[in-house]
């Protein structure tokens, strides 16, 4: 899916001493590692630029510069690096001390404001899985604190700090880059108006947008999320995706039959998944008496889809039977 052929791709820097944990992030999110490999990984020693768009809707890169790299040497042009950067990751490890992370922080922050100050700049604190609920919740206020001082201290007052709690051990990575790149789709207040207007309509009672190489949802409708439903969702993508992959007809991937996963679980509820682009695919959690109206959902999703299709600007055209399919 190509978000208007006009637009810039939108990158994003993941920062942060070395060991803090960004490759191991980098690989979980977009290479589907699981977390115990990471133990494995070489250290990062350069600039890496990992450019996931070609397997996902999300049209960025992934810049892991090792916490050794001096960037204010004169050889990284670093304003060319971060005029053309949309978000800036700073992974802080919370199992280790983290006044060094800080002051690397604050320098990073400040240079990258001052090169370009509509870069959204997101903390992750990372590694909490090691940390008990309390102490978690200290840390964060500990170094939100601490980093906020500082730049006010510098005079930096308009500069804003998002920070997040993460681990590559639950689905906590995934919700903090789930926000992260919803802050970097200009269209995402009407995707959730339409997933809004979507799930009233159709007795659904929450729904996600996922990009599913990654599963970061793009968008949700506007009540709660809840991390217990979202991980279901995660999990019955994961579900989907082996299945595919073990036992998918190649030739099906290629066609125009949309991909759809039902699941049903022992509350009652019901997981429905339905494929909306290429990349994007819809998974919604609804009661089993709702389901009954199955022909009702479906025509919505099929609204949802060409309001979607339409959003995001992807060239279509229109079949006998009124689907839409995308091209390219
Ligand atoms: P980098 O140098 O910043 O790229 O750091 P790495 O990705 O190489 O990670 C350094 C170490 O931290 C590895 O041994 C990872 O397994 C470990 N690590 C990364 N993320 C987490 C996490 O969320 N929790 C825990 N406990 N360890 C992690």
């Known amino acids: 899916v190509a978000v208007s052929s006009g637009d810039v791709k ?25 977390p115990n490999e990471t133990l494995f990984l070489e250290s990062t020693a350069k600039i890496s630029k990992d450019d996931v768009s ?62 370009n100050p509509h870069i959204r700049f997101e903390i992750f604190i990372h590694k909490v899985d090691g940390l008990s609920d309390d102490h978690k919740i200290e840390t964060q206020r500990d170094i939100s604190q601490r980093a906020n001082e500082e730049l006010h201290e510098s005079g930096l007052n308009d500069l ?23 802050k970097l789709i200009p269209q995402l207040s009407t995707l959730e ?6 799930v ?18 793009v968008a949700t409708d506007g009540s709660p999320v809840d991390m217990q439903s979202y991980e279901l ?11 595919t992959c073990i036992y998918g007809d190649e030739s099906e991937s290629t066609s125009e039959q949309d991909s759809t996963c039902i699941i049903r679980l022992n509350n009652s509820s019901i997981l429905y998944l339905r494929e909306i682009t290429r990349f994007l695919v ?14 009702i959902i479906n025509y919505n999703i099929l609204c949802l889809q060409n309001a979607i299709h339409s959003v995001f600007d992807v060239r279509r055209t229109a079949k006998l039977n009124g689907q839409l399919p995308i091209e390219g």
């Open 10 to 34: 939108p990158r994003i820097l993941i920062m942060g001493l070395r060991r803090s944990g960004k490759s191991s992030i980098q690989k979980v999110v977009f290479h589907k590692m699981s």
């Open 54 to 115: 070609n397997n996902s809707f999300i049209n960025f890169q992934i810049w892991d510069i090792p916490g050794q790299i001096d960037l204010f040497e004169p050889t990284y042009d670093l304003g060319m690096i971060l005029s053309g950067t949309g978000a800036l990751i700073f992974v802080v490890d919370a199992q280790d001390d983290y006044m060094e992370a800080l002051t690397c922080l604050h320098r990073i922050v400040s240079k990258a404001y001052s090169v």
């Open 160 to 182: 804003h700090l998002s920070f997040y709690l993460t681990s590559i051990y639950d689905h906590s990575i995934f919700e903090a880059f789930s926000k992260v790149v919803q």
């Open 193 to 198: 108006n339409l997933l809004s207007i979507f």
């Open 200 to 217: 009233q309509n159709s007795g659904v009672e929450k729904t996600f947008l996922f990009d599913i190489t990654s599963k970061i949802y």
């Open 233 to 243: 969702c995660c999990e019955m993508i994961d579900v989907m995706m082996d299945m």
């Open 282 to 295: 819809l998974v919604c959690i609804l009661r089993d008496e709702a389901f009954t109206k199955r022909g």
